[in-house]
């Protein structure tokens, strides 16, 4: 259950701005749509695309850090981090069980298969993009695990599109398409609250003596 009295304190020490800009945002918030970048080498790739999760309004990201550790760096994703809830999973195993624990289908994205082409891939169930490391593309436990896969055209020399590019490509598309859709896309408005709490949380200086002081009074 959400504290609403919580909610309710910590949001008097936000601007009437802010707080607005939160429910406008929110409005636009999607769990639908959410991504798994896997053994992603370059932080800044992992970082980039945590950034376009929260540019184009997805609000769950998966991280699988099995074999290069944490791979997320603050100052590529220009704060980001703080509106996306960025879970960590310690194999991909793990990752695509929690997704389809959740409901995802699990779509690898390549260049390579017979992969559908992003003009024709539609949005009509709750799905998971699996992103992969930059030269060896995604594992084959992914790859034999995958509902679908899904592709960039591209029509030069090279084959194949640096990560971040190739998720913010595909998070505008499909994101644009989900909120054009008659699909129940946005979060719940319980969904909406607790993030509100977060949000609220990380905006105020100071925050573990003002909830100290809160606790202590309730």
Not at 103 to 128: E, M, R, V, W
Not at 144 to 153: N, S
Request: glycine share 4%.
């Amino acid at each position: 259950m959400i504290d609403l009295q919580l909610l309710s304190y910590l949001e008097g020490f936000l601007t009437e701005e802010r707080k607005q800009r939160f429910l406008q945002v929110l409005e636009k918030r999607s769990r639908y749509i959410t991504v798994a970048i896997e053994d992603v080498f370059q932080l800044h790739n992992t970082s980039a695309v945590i950034r376009s999760c929260e540019v184009f309004g997805v609000q769950e990201a998966h991280v699988i850090e099995n074999r290069f550790g944490e791979r997320l760096d603050k100052n590529i994703a220009m704060g980001a981090q703080q509106w996306v809830d960025v879970h960590r999973h310690s194999t991909t195993k793990d990752c695509i069980a929690t997704l389809r624990q959740k409901g995802y289908q699990i779509i690898a994205t390549t260049p390579h298969n017979d992969s559908c082409l992003l003009k024709d891939f539609k949005i009509d169930q709750k799905t998971a993009l699996f992103f992969g490391t930059e030269k060896e593309g995604l594992s084959t436990e992914v790859l034999e695990a995958a509902d679908g896969f899904l592709k960039i055209p591209m029509i030069g020399f090279t084959a194949s599109l640096n990560i971040s590019v190739s998720a913010a490509i595909l998070l505008q598309e499909l994101s644009t398409q989900l909120r054009d859709s008659d699909l129940d896309w946005q979060l719940s408005e319980i969904d909406k609250q607790g993030i509100r709490l977060e949000w609220a949380k990380k905006s105020i200086k100071s925050i573990d003596d003002i909830l100290a002081r809160y606790f202590k009074a309730n």
